[in-house]
């Protein structure tokens, strides 16, 4: 019988291989220093497959009948960290500055948001339940939110909407009153109300092979931080293009374009910075890799 805990870490060698193939697949880098937390993480599915090895690991999620492995390899690859309410600064930047400029530039029509990268959920519900209460202010608009996940549980998880503990402690109790119902189903849990969860629309999809159009706003909040610059400036130009003309890019209160190749032009805020898509702007190639 295999005693799991006397596996011990991957070698230097087997890191390697599987930052490769993590790389390939989602185009996050995996640092070297995340050697003991990526053994740790594997080790549980190795419990559970009754491997013995990583080797026997790597061959099973590389080979021909690893496909539906790969689905729990990558979840267990991607840090999913999210809450409601987490940096409030980008979402009241959304609400009192960004809403009212696209409402004004685009009216009459349905605005389209994509939070790319959006985890269990917490983030498009919250976008939703913002521009629901920004309406107060602008009067009643059309919108319709679609988020996006490399992994499938977390996507699983977002759609149930069903939240508890630390995930909701942030949020005001005004608000989980109002936008919230307690879960007949599950004690101690909250369900999204349907109107809002009605207003969003999950998918599975690699951020890199993607090609939305059309949308108004984009939210890419602690995503980018997992990529190279030389990705980063692939995606940003790849959010660029996904933009109608007007249209506005947040990311996250640590990231920043500022080292980036691209044609967004900053936009200081009263909350912070957004990224604008200038009607304006005389288009060029922006990079050799914006593809
Ligand atoms: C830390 S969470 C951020 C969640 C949310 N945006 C927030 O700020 O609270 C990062 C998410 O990005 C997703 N992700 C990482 N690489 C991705 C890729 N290439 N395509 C799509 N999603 C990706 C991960 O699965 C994870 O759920």
Known sequence: MTVYSEIG???PGQFHRFAQFIYARSNINLKEQKITLLSNRLRKRLMALNLKSFDEYFDLISGPGG???LVHFLEV???????????TANFTMLREEILPDLLRRFPGQKLQFWSAGCSTGEEPYNIAIELVEGMKRTGVFDFQIVATDLSARVLDFAREARYAGRKIDKIPEPVLRRYFR?????AGYYRVRDD????????LENLFETNRSGLHCIICRNVMIYFRREDQEVLVNRFYRALRPGGYLIVGHSESLHMLKTQFKPRNMKNGVSYFRDPDAIHQSVSPRDA
Do not use: S
């Not at 307690?182 to 599950?186: G, I």
């Not at 809002?196 to 998918?203: A, H, P, S, T």
């Open 67 to 69: 496909k539906q492995e």
């Open 182 to 186: 307690p879960d007949t189903e599950k």
């Open 9 to 11: 870490d991957l070698t």
């Open 77 to 87: 690859v991607t840090t999913n960290e999210t809450y409601f309410w987490r940096t």
């Open 196 to 203: 809002i969860r009605e207003r969003v629309e999950f998918r």
